[in-house]
């Protein structure tokens, strides 16, 4: 559904004369503005909208650096796969779907889950962003709602992409925000999993830690060498801290090795993420998601 179709039925589910903004609609900047004043007009006329609860991005990190935990992120590729629906670079399968909803259920205090923080305002979301939450979401809610405890407390999945994501240009806030991501890793021994043969970064958040290690493992249907990754794994002491960038993998991965007595991240597109803004390039979301 294209934004134009979906404020289209929003004004007509709220009464709102649509002819009047014809003209107007037809300019996205007008559109937007439409959209935002919607939510005032709306939360005149509903009580209560139910939101799953997410911590946000700053406080997510927080979380991270100040108790040690574990966090599994779960996006759009992930709910699919819980469905039986492939994604680009993994295969679904029973056995995946069955392990993607044990730790999206779990509630181990030790293991923070990630959903994205984008149920309710998109205000902190570059256009780009929210043009496709707004434009996904209205297929798509109710069966994500399905899956989730809406009494549960999650954190954000998307803290780990912020600078290509996020509505904040101030390059100032930004550089705050990673020098505090980089207080997780400060001085830790760290074990990396990550796709073999997969892109390095001439700027690297992660060049503050004591010592590195790689595991690597394929680059697309990684989950169909689970055992093999958890494995290898294994072998490392405990007191490491383990950073994996593994794609649907790396939700289930982080969580078993969490509950192994390890600390381990889910990262996604943080080294990116972090290249990109330091290189100063041309915020292009569609391309970055893509490559």
Not at 19 to 44: C, F, P, Q, T
Request: glycine share 6%; aromatic share 12%; hydrophobic share 40%.
């Amino acid at each position: 559904m294209g934004l134009r179709l979906f404020a289209k039925n929003i004004v007509r589910l709220f009464g709102i004369d649509l002819k009047v903004h014809k003209k107007s609609i037809r300019r996205h900047d007008a559109l937007e503005g439409m959209l935002d004043n919607l939510k005032y007009e709306i939360a005149d006329q509903i009580g209560n909208i139910v939101l799953p609860h997410v911590i946000k991005a700053q406080e997510t990190i927080r979380a991270l650096y100040s108790s040690r935990k574990s966090i599994a992120r779960f996006g759009d590729g992930e709910f699919n796969l819980i469905e039986g629906r492939d994604i680009g670079f993994q295969k679904a399968s029973p056995k995946i779907a069955e392990r993607l909803s044990e730790v999206l259920s779990s509630d181990d205090e030790n293991i923070l889950i990630g959903i994205p923080d984008v149920f309710g305002s998109l205000d902190g979301y570059c256009p780009h962003v929210r043009n496709y939450w707004r434009e996904f979401l209205p297929n798509n809610r109710k069966r994500i709602y399905n899956l989730l405890d809406l009494n549960k407390t999650y954190y954000d999945a998307c803290f780990t992409g912020y600078a290509i994501q996020a509505a904040e240009n101030d390059e100032a806030a930004l550089n705050r925000y990673y020098a505090e991501m980089r207080k997780i890793w400060q001085n830790r021994d760290v074990v990396f999993i990550k796709g073999r043969d997969t892109e390095t970064y001439a700027n690297d958040i992660y060049d503050n830690i004591k010592s590195a290690k790689y595991i690597y493992a394929p680059k697309e249907h990684a989950f169909e060498h689970y055992d093999e990754i958890l494995n290898e794994a294994l072998k490392e002491d405990k007191s490491s801290l383990f950073i994996i960038i593994l794609g649907p993998t790396a939700t289930v991965l982080a969580y078993d090795l969490a509950k192994k007595g390890y600390q381990a991240l889910d990262m996604g597109h943080l080294g990116k993420d972090y290249d990109w803004f330091m290189r100063k390039e041309e915020k292009a979301v569609g391309k970055f998601f893509a490559s």
